[in-house]
């Protein structure tokens, strides 16, 4: 019989939520045990805001009980893991760096209070109520404000918008006359500006000029499209956490610069100067890390970074840099000295935790707690669990013969296609191979799009459907050695020529064997855990009581 999640509450839970105050005392609460071992509601309620940074209370009901459930895995894996023999062995390296980061996490949490962060509710009806459709939008993005208005005003003059992008714009999407194809509204949440703009427009408007982190940019709303959506209760959860991750994101940035400025960090530009040089010579000889065989011990010696906190000389920041196994980064003394500075204040928060005396608060003890629980755990599963995971041959032909259809390749098409800026020039290039002209040399003369003059415009096969619509429409209709009429496909004219046809095959099933592996083992590791855990429950005699997780407030 399997252990299951049993809501009850024992006679010392009922005597603290009876106390005089009316309030449980958090450390005599139990909600989990197993043959002595206990979760207690204070382990709990730490645990979320360490892990989640939010207090449990502002979270769902059901998300408190599936992090309740993690807890309760990560302690029986572990318990099974030491009864096993299986102890906390990591190198001495591998744990001061995550401890470390827990003190630096424990740190932010006690300056920034993540936990404090929350979304109103209207913000998220109103982000759900944005999810049923999708934008196209085209764009022009450009280094400054000046020149944006003047991309506008040309705009507004009559100039064509996806001729401005091609000719102007300094984006990835400029190529394409600056269309970012379909959009929905959480594919657009690392630029809400822009985002806020195309939802609020309609078809065929033109922004003004709008700012973001990238730049400065002109957009036009090209098209909208209804796209299905979930009931809200479904996905309230993931509005939130879409929601609040890029405020604490913002709060950690705010904290980082917060410290750093109250601590003067400075990088001494000589000893800077030195560590580049010396990084070229090392690099000359393929070894950018081993820069200190370039220094003398004069070298070590100078000062690299100061601050209130304390420094490093040159030889200290490339002891640290072995320590933390980061690489240099290629570059000059901009990109290397912005390095180093992020690379010190790292260490530098370390110590103003220490300074804090923050190795001694229950948020750190739980977070090694934490640590070291998921490591033995994982090094069990490891070697007794996921090995069971394996995917047998007969489990793979199985999934083979019943899911045939995913076995079938579509039809594939080897094409060639030319770029040009507009229908008179797809004209003219038409007009060239009516005359006898070599498409792949008109392709490497003529086409704008990006490595032409190298490939001649040879795309490849292309399956059918991978790109869809028009461009399906029109190759797949065509004879080998045809060349299709001009279309306009993202935004540019196209000519196409069709060089092959590949009709669909069935893979065999040698041949499509590793694929299924790979697709069946998660899911299997999954199921094999899943299993290992309800045994393990049974085992340790799990006792698991929800009645106080479904009264937090």
């Not at 370039?294 to 906190?309: K, N, P, W």
């Not at 594939?412 to 770029?419: C, K």
Request: aromatic share 8%; glycine share 8%.
């Amino acid at each position: 019989m399997k252990a299951v999640w049993i809501p009850v509450i024992a006679a010392c839970t009922l005597a603290a939520l009876d106390g005089a105050s009316g309030a449980p005392d958090p450390k005599t609460v139990v909600l989990a045990e197993m043959d002595g071992y206990t979760i207690t509601l204070d382990e709990y309620l730490l645990s979320v805001l360490i892990e989640r940074r939010i207090g449990a209370e502002d979270i769902p009901y059901d998300e408190r009980v599936v992090h309740l459930d993690r807890m309760v895995d990560r302690a029986l894996s572990y318990l099974e893991a030491t009864a096993n023999g299986y102890t906390f062995d990591l190198d001495e390296n591998t744990v001061e760096r995550a401890r470390r980061k827990a003190l630096v996490l424990e740190l932010f949490r006690d300056y920034g209070r993540p936990d404090t962060i929350l979304i109103d509710e209207e913000v998220l009806r109103s982000d759900y109520e944005h999810l049923d459709s999708e934008v196209r939008i085209r764009a022009v993005m450009v280094a400054s404000r000046g020149e944006a208005r003047e991309i506008l005003d040309l705009v507004r003059g009559g100039s064509d918008l996806a001729d401005l992008a091609r000719s102007r714009g300094e984006g990835a999407e400029s190529n394409l006359g600056g269309d970012l194809g379909w959009q929905g509204w959480w594919s657009l949440e690392n630029v809400p500006e822009i985002r806020e703009a195309a939802y609020g427009m309609k078809i065929g408007e033109v922004s003004g000029v709008i700012e973001t982190e990238y730049g400065y940019h002109v957009i036009r709303l090209e098209d909208r499209r209804s796209v299905e959506r979930a009931p809200y209760d479904q996905i309230r959860n993931e509005i939130f956490w879409r929601r609040r991750r890029p405020k604490v994101e913002g709060l950690m940035t705010a904290f980082r610069r917060s410290i750093e400025d109250s601590l003067n960090v400075v990088v001494n530009p000589d000893a800077l100067g030195l560590l580049v040089e010396k990084l070229d010579a090392a690099g000359a000889v393929g070894s950018p890390d081993r820069v200190e065989d370039f220094l003398t011990e004069s070298d070590r010696g100078r000062t690299l970074v100061t601050s209130r906190a304390g420094g490093f000389t040159l030889g200290e920041f490339l002891g640290y840099q072995e320590f933390t196994e980061r690489r240099f980064p290629s570059g000059g003394v901009l990109e290397i000295g912005r390095f180093i500075r992020r690379r010190a204040m790292d260490d530098l928060l370390v110590r103003v935790a220490q300074d804090r005396n923050l190795e001694n608060t229950e948020g750190f003890r739980l977070r090694m707690k934490i640590y070291e629980q998921m490591n033995v755990g994982a090094a069990y599963k490891r070697d007794h669990v996921y090995p069971r995971a394996r995917v047998t041959p007969a489990m793979a032909e199985e999934y083979y013969h019943t899911h045939r259809d995913e076995f079938v390749t579509p039809p594939e098409a080897h094409l060639r296609r030319i770029v040009v800026e507009n229908k008179a020039a797809a004209d003219s290039i038409l007009g060239a191979l009516a005359a006898g002209a070599d498409f792949e040399a008109l392709a490497r003369k003529r086409s704008l799009e990006p490595g032409a003059a190298e490939t001649g415009g040879d795309m490849g096969y292309i399956a059918r459907g991978r790109f869809g619509g028009l461009l399906d429409e029109l190759t797949f209709e065509l004879k080998a050695g045809e060349t299709s009429e001009p279309f306009v496909w993202f935004g540019q004219w196209n000519v196409v020529q069709l060089l092959d046809k590949r009709a669909p095959r069935v893979i065999p099933l040698d041949e499509a064997t590793s694929s299924i592996v790979r697709q069946l083992e998660p899911t299997t590791r999954i199921e094999i855990n899943s299993e290992w855990m309800d045994g393990l429950k049974e085992k340790y005699n799990l006792v698991v009581q929800l009645d106080v997780l479904r009264d937090l407030s």
